[in-house]
């Protein structure tokens, strides 16, 4: 049994898997977010979904969990300094709602992760301002400031001041850096 179609396959792009984005630094910004339980019922955690703001990979889109719940306290302390590594880099220092991150152009570092018997996916792996990054890039070396070289404060990104952030230590873990 089917369903009486009026569709033309000429007419439309074939849809093509989407290849996991190589590994690096990506301008994206928060577009849903909501906390949900673990799989096991014992904890919660914060999902968030980014969308790419720039060609060739604009509208492309990546997802984080932070287990802000969880019985391994590890666990716990690895999710709260991603969380206020985005805040720190969205410029969003009192979160009260995850609504707040929304919107608001953020780097986020992606690695592939490969996993035997799943097709590999991207992984985030840390949250940088924009105002930092552009810095970064223009210095070539240069230690990293959000502020440019003549001393001015740079623009607020969404009526929000940039944040000041040290560069990370060497001995820092991986989700850091």
Same mark, same amino acid.
Not at 125 to 133: F, P
Not at 161 to 170: L, S
């Given at each position: 049994m089917g369903s009486n179609l009026n569709f033309d396959a000429t007419q439309h792009q074939p849809a093509t898997p989407n290849e996991p984005l190589p590994n690096a630094w990506y301008r994206m910004h928060v577009v849903e977010s909501e906390v949900k339980p673990t799989a096991d019922g014992q904890g919660r955690y914060l999902e968030l979904v980014f969308e790419a703001l720039d060609e060739p990979v604009k509208g492309r889109k990546a997802w984080d969990r932070l287990n802000l719940q969880n019985a391994n306290v590890q666990t716990v302390r690895i999710a709260e300094g991603q969380l206020s590594a985005l805040c720190h880099a969205a410029g969003v220092l009192r979160l009260t709602h995850?609504?707040?991150?929304?919107?608001?152009? /953020? +780097? /986020?570092?992606?690695?592939?992760?490969?996993?035997?018997?799943?097709? !590999?996916?991207?992984?985030?792996?840390?949250?940088?301002?924009? &105002?930092?990054?552009?810095? +970064?890039?223009?210095?070539?070396? *240069?230690? =990293?400031?959000?502020?440019?070289? &003549?001393? =001015? *404060? !740079? *623009?607020? /990104? &969404?009526?929000? !001041?940039? /944040?000041?952030?040290? =560069?990370?230590r060497a001995d820092a873990p991986p989700w850091a850096r």
């Amino acid at each position: 049994m089917g369903s009486n179609l009026n569709f033309d396959a000429t007419q439309h792009q074939p849809a093509t898997p989407n290849e996991p984005l190589p590994n690096a630094w990506y301008r994206m910004h928060v577009v849903e977010s909501e906390v949900k339980p673990t799989a096991d019922g014992q904890g919660r955690y914060l999902e968030l979904v980014f969308e790419a703001l720039d060609e060739p990979v604009k509208g492309r889109k990546a997802w984080d969990r932070l287990n802000l719940q969880n019985a391994n306290v590890q666990t716990v302390r690895i999710a709260e300094g991603q969380l206020s590594a985005l805040c720190h880099a969205a410029g969003v220092l009192r979160l009260t709602h995850s609504s707040q991150l929304h919107h608001i152009p /953020v +780097m /986020v570092k992606l690695i592939i992760k490969q996993q035997p018997g799943y097709d !590999p996916k991207n992984e985030v792996r840390g949250y940088k301002s924009v &105002n930092a990054a552009a810095v +970064m890039a223009a210095g070539a070396g *240069a230690a =990293a400031s959000p502020f440019p070289p &003549n001393g =001015a *404060a !740079p *623009a607020p /990104v &969404n009526g929000q !001041p940039p /944040v000041a952030q040290a =560069a990370p230590r060497a001995d820092a873990p991986p989700w850091a850096r």
